[in-house]
């Protein structure tokens, strides 16, 4: 099953925006990425997911490299409530998904 | 509100009594899953469900069972608790069962304490 590589974390200032990478480099042609965030103390939410084309929503955008093998979250303004755990996940053909340790998103005020 | 459903939040039990920890979901998704969140091991999927009485084994499936006899819910049964089941659980449900898959939601998640 292909997996993703992602940093274990990152910082960032408030109100600034936030480009979290992941690495997939054996991914599939039908696997979608996926990212999802985890709050303290909460269950995982989840954020968005493309296969091929970048996509945005209220939440964040996602960047798609040409060649599939890399991606990019984009948060455009982080607040202190996007301190998360954020985790890039592929899509297997059996529907589960494969979690990765996540990157652990700082916000510094 | 739309919404997953676990309960309980906390639970200690001893080691061998049997327990079910129970998951609703209300917004008539096909697909429902739970996993596992141990530190440093992220979350492994346990069992998942693609359709009522289809359920199917996860990474991890080993002294746990499932049930899907309703739509809604999947509860998840530990005959036989032992420690190394402490863990924290999250159930997850999602429409459809084809690509393009949509987004999971998640429960709040079942702390477990075996002793």
């Given at each position: 099953d292909a997996?993703?590589?992602?940093?274990?974390?990152?910082?960032?200032?408030?109100?600034?925006p936030v480009h979290l990478p992941c690495n997939h480099s054996t991914i599939s042609g039908t696997d979608y990425i996926h990212w999802y965030r985890q709050l303290p103390s909460q269950g995982p939410e989840y954020v968005i997911h493309g296969l091929t084309s970048n996509v945005n929503n209220r939440m964040a955008s996602l960047a798609i490299a040409e060649d599939r093998k890399s991606s990019t979250l984009i948060l455009h303004r982080a607040t202190l409530r996007d301190a998360a755990?954020?985790?890039?996940?592929?899509?297997?053909?059996?529907y589960q998904l494969i979690w990765g340790a996540g990157t652990k998103l700082i916000i510094k005020p | 509100e739309a919404q997953v459903t676990q309960n309980p939040r906390y639970l200690i039990?001893?080691?061998?009594?049997?327990?079910?920890?129970t998951c609703s979901q209300n917004m008539n998704h096909e697909y429902m899953s739970w996993y596992r969140q141990d530190p440093g091991l992220g979350l492994r999927q346990i069992y998942y469900s693609m359709n009522v009485e289809v359920t199917d084994k996860g990474d991890v499936p080993e002294g746990y069972k499932v049930s899907r006899k309703e739509k809604r819910n999947f509860p998840l049964i530990l005959e036989s608790p032992s420690p190394n089941q402490t863990s924290l659980y999250f159930c997850a449900s999602s429409r459809g069962t084809g690509a393009p898959l949509s987004g999971y939601t998640f429960g709040?998640?079942?702390?477990?304490?075996?002793v």
């Open positions: 997996k993703t590589t992602q940093p274990n974390s990152m910082e960032s200032n408030e109100e600034e755990v954020y985790y890039c996940i592929l899509s297997a053909s059996n | 039990t001893v080691t061998g009594k049997k327990l079910t920890v709040s998640g079942t702390r477990l304490t075996v």
